[in-house]
């Protein structure tokens, strides 16, 4: 794929979100877009793309092995340059990381691997999500003002497409909830018929018994059920709820 121009972008990126089945498979595909961007003559940019849920690493996406391992060093550490643009919603450039102060470990650690500089922008997102676009090259000044400019006009048109990404991800994840609690549902009410046809009892005894087999045996409420179905008609329940 080409890279976008700036006018392209927004269209592009909704299209990767279209394509990806998850969250985690559109910011990877971002991160390799991100790269491909803004490498040039003066050498390779990697990219990683952190997910913050309540403050905590949901998603770790990159173009390389390298950049996720630059990441998640940093979630080690607990803070470094992309933690903090994702979380001040500010910028975060280190120009050159032998002579940066802030982030002692992290920075120590990444610049044996040959790092040099960072370039940390935040993608604006909205509720329990923080976001940033994280630069890395093995160059110093690898990042000039208009470079940052440029990440910093990706990382808004990134925005509209990772909140609707994560709004696709998490409908279809309540979806499939949904469905699997109908078809748990199905079981303990088929199972309870069973016990109550064959025990002559009323429907509370019948599941009371159903829920003193499952702390018996350790088992969650719709296994015992399952079982008892599977043990009358040979094989689970089934249910016709398709979402």
Not at 77 to 101: F, H, I, M
Not at 111 to 125: D, K, N, Q, T, W
Not at 157 to 181: G, M, N, P
């Given at each position: 794929m080409p890279?976008?121009n700036?006018t392209?972008?927004p269209s592009?990126l909704?299209d990767l979100?279209l394509?990806?089945?998850d969250v985690?498979d559109?910011?990877?595909?971002s991160?390799?877009?991100a790269?491909?961007e803004?490498?040039?003559p003066d050498?390779?940019v990697s990219?990683?793309v952190?997910?913050l849920?309540?403050s905590?690493?949901?998603?770790?996406?990159?173009?390389?092995?390298?950049?996720?391992?630059?990441?998640?060093?940093?979630?080690?550490y607990?803070?470094?340059?992309?933690?903090t643009?994702?979380?001040?919603?500010?910028?975060?450039?280190v120009?050159?990381?032998?002579?940066?102060?802030?982030?002692p470990?992290?920075?120590s650690?990444?610049?044996r691997?040959?790092?040099?500089s960072?370039?940390?922008v935040?993608?604006?997102?909205?509720?329990d999500?923080?976001s940033?676009l994280n630069l890395y090259?093995?160059?110093?000044?690898a990042?000039p003002?208009?470079?940052?400019?440029?990440?910093e006009?990706?990382?808004?048109h990134?925005?509209a497409?990772v909140?609707l990404?994560i709004?696709?991800?998490?409908?279809?994840?309540?979806a499939e909830d949904l469905?699997?609690?109908m078809r748990?549902r199905t079981s303990?009410?088929?199972?309870?018929?069973i016990?109550?046809g064959?025990?002559?009892c009323s429907q509370?005894?019948?599941?009371d018994?159903?829920?003193a087999?499952?702390?018996h045996r350790?088992?969650?409420l719709?296994?015992?059920?399952?079982?008892v179905?599977?043990?009358?008609n040979?094989?689970?329940a089934?249910?016709?709820?398709d979402g």
């Amino acid at each position: 794929m080409p890279s976008p121009n700036s006018t392209q972008l927004p269209s592009v990126l909704i299209d990767l979100v279209l394509e990806s089945p998850d969250v985690q498979d559109f910011l990877n595909r971002s991160a390799v877009l991100a790269s491909r961007e803004f490498s040039g003559p003066d050498g390779p940019v990697s990219c990683a793309v952190t997910l913050l849920h309540k403050s905590r690493p949901r998603v770790v996406a990159s173009s390389s092995e390298e950049a996720r391992h630059l990441d998640e060093i940093q979630y080690s550490y607990g803070d470094g340059p992309c933690l903090t643009a994702a979380r001040s919603g500010t910028t975060v450039l280190v120009k050159d990381l032998a002579a940066e102060q802030r982030w002692p470990g992290y920075t120590s650690e990444v610049s044996r691997r040959g790092l040099r500089s960072i370039l940390a922008v935040p993608i604006a997102l909205s509720g329990d999500y923080l976001s940033a676009l994280n630069l890395y090259a093995n160059r110093e000044n690898a990042f000039p003002d208009a470079t940052v400019q440029a990440a910093e006009s990706f990382a808004r048109h990134a925005a509209a497409a990772v909140r609707l990404a994560i709004r696709i991800t998490d409908t279809t994840a309540r979806a499939e909830d949904l469905v699997a609690a109908m078809r748990s549902r199905t079981s303990i009410d088929i199972a309870i018929g069973i016990i109550m046809g064959q025990s002559r009892c009323s429907q509370q005894q019948a599941f009371d018994v159903l829920r003193a087999a499952s702390s018996h045996r350790n088992m969650k409420l719709r296994e015992v059920a399952e079982s008892v179905v599977a043990s009358v008609n040979g094989r689970p329940a089934e249910t016709y709820f398709d979402g």
